[in-house]
C-alpha cells in the first residue's frame, strides 16, 4: 500500500466512513431512546438494551450516574453561566484545569476549554499555526494526519480526518493536511510481515513524505492513539515510537488525539499513555464528562504555551474562543467524573474488563464470518468478511454490517458497524456479568447473520 497525499483509491475508500451505513439502516428508526440505567437505555415501548457503544465511545460512567446529575444541579443553582474572556474564571474551570494538569504525562500543564472534540482539533490547528508565527516560521503549517483517522466535523478537524465521507461533496481538506497509511495491519500488512516490519515500513514512508514536502513546511503530526470511528485499528508493536523519534528529529509537534482514548478507555488514564509516546499536545472530550454535558480540553506543553502567553503580550490578545468555553457547568460535571474514576478505581476495571471483552471476542476467530478480532483495553472491533483465508471482503460492503447492527437490536444490544467491522466500546462500569450478556447477544446475533448470508447467498 503507498502512501498517498489524498484519498482517491476506490478499494481503500471502500474501507474508510466515519459513521454508520445511514441509508441501510433506516429500518431501524426511527429510533426514540427513553431513558437510561447504568450500561442499559430504553426505549420507547419500553425495550431494554445494553449500551455496548457508551452512546459514541464517550459515556464512561453510564446513563444514570446521580452524582453527575447532583453536580450539575449544585453548579447551576451557584453560577449557571460565566464566560472566560477579559481576564474572567471561575473555580469550575480553575480546578478542573488543575486537575488535568495533575494528570496529564510529562510537561503538559496548560488547559484551553472548547465546547467538543471538533471545536479543540480545530483550536488546535489554529494555535499550531499561531505559534509557527510568533516563531517567525510562517512556512511551517502542513499537517501531517493518517487515512482512517477521524479527528472532526469543522472545516479544519474535518480536513484532518482521513475518511472520504467527511470530505466528498464539502470540499475538503481545506487546510494543508497530508494523510498517510493507516497503521491497518489486517488490510494493509504484507505477507509474512511482522508487525514490527509493517510500523517500520510505515516510518519509511512518514519520514519519505516528511523530506518531499520539506521539514520546515510541516508543523504537527495528529493521531488517535488507536483509531477508533475510522474501524477500530489498534497501533501495531513499534509503531508510535518510531513516529515520535521521526517528529523529534524533525521538529515536528506530535498531538495525541486523546476524545476516545482518555480516562481510562485503554485501561490507562491516557491512551498515549498505553502506547508509550509524550505528545506535546493532547485533546480531551467524550469521557471528560461522560458526556453528561459537552466540554473538550486542549493540555499543551510549557514550551508552547511560553510561546502562546509571550506572544499574546505583544500583539495584545489570544483572539479565540467561544461563548461557553469552560463553562461552569461542563467543568463541575467534569470534576466529579474524574473524581468517580479514581474513587471507584474504574482505570484499573477497564484494564481487566478490556483482557475480558477481547478475549471473549476472540472467541468467535472460529466463526465463518469473522476475519480479524482487534483492539485495546475497552475498544474493540470484529471485522466480518466473506472469506476468511483471502480476507475478501463482501462485494456490497456493509449490508452484512447493516444486518448485523439491526439483528442486534433484537436480542438487546446496540453495536456499531462500520461497514463490515463491528465495534464494541461499553462503559467503564460494565461488571463482569453483564460483559457476558453482552458475549452472548452478540453471539446469537452472529449466528442470525451466518444464517442470513447463506439465505440470502451473498458474496
Keep these: 500500500m503507498s502512501l498517498s497525499n489524498s484519498i482517491k483509491d476506490k478499494d481503500l475508500a471502500s474501507h ?7 441509508a441501510r439502516h ?5 429510533f426514540v431512546i427513553e431513558r437510561g440505567e447504568g450500561i442499559y437505555v430504553f426505549d420507547d415501548q419500553g425495550r431494554r438494551y445494553i449500551e455496548a457503544m457508551s452512546g459514541l465511545w464517550s459515556a464512561g ?3 444514570g450516574e446521580k452524582r453527575l446529575v447532583h453536580a450539575a444541579t449544585r453548579q447551576l443553582e451557584k453560577l449557571p453561566y460565566y464566560h472566560s474572556f477579559t481576564h474572567k474564571a471561575h473555580a469550575p474551570a480553575i480546578e478542573l484545569a488543575s486537575k488535568l494538569a495533575e494528570l496529564a504525562p510529562g510537561n503538559l500543564n496548560h488547559v484551553h476549554f472548547t465546547n467538543s472534540g471538533s471545536e479543540a482539533n480545530d483550536t488546535v ?15 511551517k ?3 501531517l494526519a493518517r487515512q482512517h483517522g477521524y479527528h472532526g466535523s469543522t472545516v479544519a478537524s474535518a480536513s484532518l480526518t482521513g475518511l472520504p465521507a467527511s470530505h466528498r461533496d464539502f470540499d475538503l481538506p481545506a487546510i494543508p493536511v497530508r494523510h498517510l497509511t493507516a497503521p491497518y495491519f489486517y488490510r494493509f500488512g504484507l505477507p509474512g510481515e511482522t508487525e514490527m516490519e509493517f510500523s517500520a515500513r510505515l516510518a519509511r514512508q512518514l519520514e519519505d513524505t516528511i523530506l518531499a514536502e520539506g521539514p520546515e513546511t510541516i508543523a504537527a503530526f495528529i493521531g488517535e492513539p488507536l483509531i477508533a470511528a475510522g474501524g477500530v485499528i489498534p497501533a501495531p508493536a513499534g509503531y508510535w515510537s518510531y513516529v515520535q523519534d521521526l517528529c523529534r528529529r524533525y521538529d515536528i509537534l506530535l498531538v495525541a488525539d486523546e476524545i476516545i482514548t482518555a480516562f481510562g478507555r485503554l485501561g490507562t488514564m491516557f491512551g498515549s499513555e498505553y502506547y508509550g509516546f509524550q505528545p506535546d499536545i493532547m485533546v480531551l472530550s467524550k469521557q471528560l464528562t461522560s458526556s453528561y454535558q459537552p466540554l473538550a480540553a486542549i493540555v ?3 514550551a508552547l504555551n511560553e510561546v502562546l502567553v509571550e506572544n499574546s503580550g505583544k500583539i495584545g490578545t489570544f483572539a479565540h474562543g467561544f461563548t461557553t468555553t469552560g463553562h461552569p457547568v461542563a467543568t463541575a460535571v467534569a470534576l466529579e467524573n474524574i473524581a468517580i474514576i ?4 474504574l482505570v484499573a476495571h477497564a484494564r ?18 469473522v476475519g480479524d478480532v482487534r483492539g485495546a483495553g475497552l475498544v474493540s472491533g470484529v471485522e466480518l468478511v466473506a472469506d476468511k483465508h483471502t480476507k475478501a471482503a463482501f462485494e456490497r460492503r456493509g449490508d452484512l454490517g447493516a444486518y448485523v447492527f439491526r439483528r442486534a437490536h433484537e436480542h438487546g444490544l446496540i453495536i456499531r458497524s462500520i461497514y463490515d467491522t463491528i465495534a464494541f466500546c461499553p462503559p467503564l462500569i460494565t461488571t463482569d456479568e453483564q460483559l457476558d450478556v453482552l458475549l452472548d447477544a452478540f453471539s446469537r446475533t452472529l449466528d442470525d447473520a451466518a444464517k442470513w448470508v447463506e439465505t440470502e447467498g451473498l458474496k
Design 16 to 22: 474508510l466512513h466515519p459513521f454508520t451505513n445511514l
Design 26 to 30: 433506516q429500518d431501524v428508526g426511527p
Design 61 to 63: 460512567l453510564g446513563f
Design 125 to 139: 490547528v489554529k494555535m499550531v499555526w499561531y505559534i509557527n508565527n510568533a516563531l517567525g516560521r510562517p512556512q
Design 141 to 143: 503549517k502542513k499537517f
Design 300 to 302: 499543551i506543553s510549557d
Design 342 to 345: 479514581e474513587e471507584r478505581g
Design 352 to 369: 481487566d474488563l478490556g483482557e475480558r471483552l477481547q478475549a471473549g471476542l476472540r472467541q468467535f476467530s472460529s466463526h465463518p464470518l
